[in-house]
């Protein structure tokens, strides 16, 4: 029987058993089989029998696909947050997968902080992860030091004044003079 009306309203002539309707067919490419045939699989069901209603089958729409999401290795330890030491910030890090390009991970020191090593900073791009969801090296971060200070100068028979907070390259007010009775043999006096 090749359609569906004729199909559900008879019995197999061998089996005596009800037909079954598939509109796509069985797995012997017919569209009209006995009940219990073995061309009636898993993977072609009947949609209806003689002998019983419509069967209904329900199908999801398009189901996601699950990846698995990048784990974020930088995170602070609850020691560097409370000791404000960490020196990076971190942003869009949290829901990455492997591969992805559009991944908004980004690592960069902190502000007033130098990169001194490690991996390097995303000024221009943000960074993915590999398919082993590993993500790059982060870069090592420091605070920036203070400039260094000039030490007081000393020696025999200075005369020194002010000089106490000096900078490298910056105005300060220091005179170094000879005391009474020497005179200056090397060097300039007045002010540094």
Request: aromatic share 6%; with cysteine; charged share 30%.
């Amino acid at each position: 029987l090749t359609d569906e009306k004729g199909c559900l309203k008879g019995k197999d002539m061998t089996t005596a058993k009800a037909c079954c309707w598939r509109d796509t067919g069985f797995a012997d490419g017919n569209k009209c089989a006995a009940h219990g045939s073995s061309a009636i699989t898993n993977d072609h069901r009947a949609i209806a029998c003689a002998d019983r209603g419509r069967i209904l089958h329900a199908y999801y729409e398009e189901l996601p696909e699950c990846t698995k999401k990048c784990r974020n290795p930088y995170k602070a330890t609850s020691r560097q947050s409370r000791e404000g030491s960490f020196g990076l910030t971190v942003s869009g890090c949290e829901d990455c997968v492997p591969g992805e390009k559009e991944c908004p991970c980004k690592v960069t020191c902190v502000q007033d902080w130098i990169r001194v090593g490690g991996g390097k900073e995303d000024t221009d791009k943000p960074r993915m992860c590999d398919d082993k969801s590993v993500f790059p090296l982060a870069p090592t971060c420091m605070s920036k030091p203070d400039p260094p200070k000039c030490q007081k100068p000393s020696g025999y028979g200075y005369k020194v004044k002010g000089c106490e907070s000096c900078t490298p390259g910056e105005p300060c007010d220091c005179s170094v003079q000879c005391n009474r009775g020497l005179d200056a043999s090397a060097g300039t006096l007045g002010d540094k």
